[in-house]
């Protein structure tokens, strides 16, 4: 589960680099899916990792507004606040965690719905390659090359050996 995280963030920061060169405008631009734009789907991504972190811990969230962090050095500096809270908690993780229990009201009926931490885990290394391939979509609409995805070359299993 690590392993994947620690792609993520690489990946992510893979982003960040491709992102400099590139214009501000094309980083806005409506694009079709996601939730957006480029910029705001980086947003997205670190701010949903975030949430689920601190819901998890029992932390209070609050909704970041995409509208205060419309620069790609606004995104990055969130991202880099939220790394280390989410970091310690991913770096930490154990078997035992697996199954720990999340309780929560779906907000679209009010019902209770109840998932076990594994699962959420899961979903958050999901969540993050799927928006990674809507801004690969987009990144060649544009006309430049993307960030490479590919999990093998980028040293992960190496740097599992120095934990």
């Not at 990946?11 to 806005?28: A, D, F, K, N, T």
């Not at 819901?55 to 280390?84: C, H, I, N, T, W």
């Not at 928006?131 to 740097?159: C, F, Y």
């Amino acid at each position: 589960m690590q392993t994947l995280f620690r792609y993520n963030w690489m990946v992510r920061e893979q982003w960040y680099q491709w992102c400099e060169g590139v214009s501000e405008e094309e980083l806005l631009k409506p694009r079709t899916g996601g939730v957006g734009s480029i910029l705001k789907t980086l947003f997205h991504i670190a701010d949903v990792e975030w949430s689920w972190t601190m819901a998890m811990l029992g932390k209070p969230d609050f909704q970041e507004d995409f509208a205060e962090y419309s620069s790609l050095s606004k995104v990055k500096e969130l991202d880099a606040r939220f790394r280390p809270e989410v970091e310690d908690f991913v770096l930490g993780w154990h078997e035992g965690m697996e199954r720990n229990v999340f309780r929560d009201i779906r907000a679209s009926d009010g019902a209770e719905v109840t998932d076990y931490w594994g699962e959420i885990m899961r979903h958050m290394i999901a969540h993050e390659i799927h928006h990674i391939g809507q801004l690969s979509v987009w990144a060649r609409e544009a006309g430049k090359q993307p960030p490479s995805t590919n999990v093998i070359g980028k040293g992960l299993m190496d740097q599992d050996q120095q934990r």
